[in-house]
């Protein structure tokens, strides 16, 4: 966070543990979560009359119910972040769907991810693009190496 108030726009060593000696793909899921919430955070919230919704507190006055009204509900899902891994629901619930910690359900979600995942196709000119990178830095290395 205190990287993300700075400015900065990379993060280094995500899934990394023991000052980078190890990856772990768990720890990556894991991090992706806490970025995404970062980033949430960094794009601030926009405050207007509609979002201060200050006609709605007033008709709802002092001890009423402000969760149940309609602009709360239209609000309300566009403000948090929705993180895949870390876990927001009561312990009842949480036991219900299994009662696995943060690190049990990363790991699933990357044994997931390898097994499963479909890169995007490449687009020709960008293979093209590269396979001349490559090419070149073939020719440079065997130039190099007379």
């Not at 793909?25 to 009359?49: A, P, S």
């Not at 969760?67 to 876990?87: D, F, G, N, V």
Request: hydrophobic share 40%; proline share 4%; with cysteine.
């Amino acid at each position: 966070m205190c990287a993300a108030n700075a400015g900065t726009n990379l993060i280094y060593g995500a899934g990394m543990l023991d000052s980078g000696l190890i990856f772990s793909y768990t720890q990556l899921v894991i991090d992706n979560d806490i970025f995404k919430m970062v980033r949430k955070v960094m794009q601030g919230i926009h405050v207007d009359d509609e979002t201060l919704a200050l006609e709605t507190i007033k008709s709802v006055g002092p001890g009423g119910d402000h969760l149940m009204q309609a602009h709360t509900m239209k609000y309300m899902r566009t403000l948090p972040s929705a993180p895949h891994i870390i876990e927001r629901a009561n312990y009842d619930r949480w036991m219900g769907k299994g009662g696995k910690d943060m690190a049990e359900r990363a790991a699933e979600k990357a044994a997931d991810i390898l097994a499963n995942h479909q890169p995007m196709p490449l687009p020709e000119e960008t293979k093209s693009a590269m396979r001349r990178i490559v090419e070149d830095a073939t020719a440079e290395n065997e130039e190099m190496n007379r």
